[in-house]
């Protein structure tokens, strides 16, 4: 069974066959928003979330 774009990326990411349906808990690499709340949104997560090794906002931790 073939896979979608965003499955083969998702799959990558998490070391494993992931499929549509699945929830996967994976690292963020790039963030990409094109909405009129994007500046909002970034002033909330860089303040609320923790800072990785590069300096970037990390995601959820579980």
Request: hydrophobic letters at 50%.
């Amino acid at each position: 069974m073939s896979q979608t774009l965003s499955e083969q990326i998702l799959s990558r990411a998490a070391g494993r066959a992931v499929y549509a349906g699945e929830v996967a808990a994976v690292d963020v690499d790039l963030v990409m928003m094109h909405d009129s709340l994007a500046p909002s949104i970034i002033t909330i997560c860089t303040r609320n979330w923790a800072r990785n090794a590069s300096g970037m906002p990390s995601a959820w931790r579980w």
